[in-house]
């Protein structure tokens, strides 16, 4: 059984990046507005995060660890439709498996907290405001082999930044900082009101928020050089899908073609809040500059996409970073138009 849970760890996690994504994600489960990561050496010797979210009740703290527990999916047919970041119940059996875990947790409402020792099963009290702290420590020690193909400490961290800043692009509604080694590294403040999770409404206060995390975030430049997309099918695009249905929504920025760069690192998609990393998003965005950039030159963007949920399969593999879409000529369609008629709109 130990084995079985360090193979399915195995596919959870890669590096350090890969707890501190699961970990984030549970704290925006819980409606956090404030998360704080807490590493050393990269992540490898420590990963804490904490948040001021729901909270777990004492009684409930045991089952957080056990494999398949989650308290997220009811049924297969929540399986269609998943409005949160987890619902796999993997995550923390499988960090706990390479690591020496504890969760310190307050529920809201409720006076105490607890801590649970992962190792021992150990409960015992202890004093926190409401909310959860995951801390993580030696990953891998026990599987020294996974150990020696880590990089630096200092690759580590940039990957480990590199989530949480995935996170804070699709949630501007919530605060985050990343402490290393004691320093504080990053810090994006919570911007306008809270949203309401993965499935945010592009209210005008909600793209001026996201505004002003994108600035906070990826640079005044990449602000500057952009213009801010808000699509919901233009009627050429709708005279060109007459089979298709009108259930997408695209917003966010695209880079201007004459000043957009050979940045592939600035290239961010969403799905329903979830980032991705996705071919026919990737291919659809390229295709709507293809006829305005030039060269080797790449687009910068950061594009989110909402739609009906029952038509994106977002359990496709663990880590989630893949989907696989229901009808993906739709998909395409629907981006390389939001992004073409943008970019054909004369700037103010
Ligand atoms: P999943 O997120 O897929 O449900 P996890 O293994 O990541 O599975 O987490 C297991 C369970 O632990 C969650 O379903 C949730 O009930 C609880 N949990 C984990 N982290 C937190 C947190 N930060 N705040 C509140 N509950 C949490
Ligand atoms: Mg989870």
Known sequence: DELISQIAAGEVVERPASVVRELVDNALDAGATQITVR??????????????????????????????????????????????????????????????????????????????????????????????????????????????????????????????????????????AIWHEGRLVEQWRKCGALTGGLLFDATPEALDALDQRLYDVLGADFVANSVRVNWSGSKAAQMARLDAAPSMRVWGRAGIPDAARSRADQQFAYVNGRFVRDKVITHAARSAYEDVLHGNRQPVYALYLAMDPTR?????????????????????????????????????
């Open 312 to 348: 994106v399969d977002v359990n496709v593999h663990p880590t989630k970073i893949e989907v696989r879409f229901r009808d993906s000529r739709e998909v395409h369609q629907a981006l390389r138009h939001a992004v073409e008629d943008t970019l054909a709109v004369p700037r103010a």
């Open 39 to 176: 590493l050393l050496a990269g992540g490898v010797r420590l990963i804490s995060v904490e948040d001021d979210g729901l909270g777990i009740l004492r009684e409930e703290l045991p089952i957080a660890f056990r494999r398949h527990a989650t308290s997220k999916i009811g049924s297969l047919q929540d399986l269609e439709s998943v409005a949160t970041m987890g619902f796999r119940g993997e995550a923390l059996a499988a960090i706990n498996a390479i690591a020496d875990c504890a969760i310190l947790s307050r529920a809201h409402g409720l006076s105490e907290a607890f801590l649970l020792d992962g190792r021992t099963g150990e409960l015992r009290p202890v004093a926190r405001s409401p909310g959860t702290t995951v801390e993580v420590k030696e990953l891998f020690y026990s599987t020294p082999a996974r150990r020696k193909f880590l990089k630096t400490d200092a690759t580590e961290l940039a990957h480990c930044i590199e989530s949480v800043r995935r996170h804070a692009l699709a949630r501007p509604d919530v605060g985050f």
